[in-house]
């Protein structure tokens, strides 16, 4: 049987709670520029290459989100020069959760947002 949902990825959504915080970090991370008066509530649209978007969500207006970090990664962002983006992220000041693992052709580190989400930096 066919089915009616496309074997693609369109946004990933990450819960936040304070926007513009996360906002600024994830541009800084990914080397974008933004404009603050542009930050409204509820949500952030992220520019991101090809099918797949990224959405900061911080909830409903004037509501403070709980934010329940997963443990574990469950996206990555993808680098060709694991060792420069590790330093990168290390002179950002941002936390990262994890050295450098390598396995065979795969290398890849783990950072924390602000909100405690672990976000994987890797070559695959």
Sequence with gaps: MKSPIKNQ??????HVNDLPT???WYCR???????AEEVREPVY??????YTG???DAGPRREKKQVYPSKHPIFNFHTDEIENAY???KELGYHVDSPIE????????TVK???GNIIMICNR
């Design 29 to 35: 991370l990914l080397g974008q520029t933004y404009e």
């Design 9 to 14: 990825m369109n946004t990933v959504f990450i």
């Design 45 to 50: 649209k992220m520019n991101i290459n090809h």
């Design 87 to 89: 330093s990168f992220v």
């Design 22 to 24: 996360s906002v600024e």
């Design 54 to 56: 990224l959405l900061l």
């Design 102 to 109: 390598r396995y065979d052709d795969l290398a890849f580190f």
């Design 113 to 115: 947002d602000p909100d």
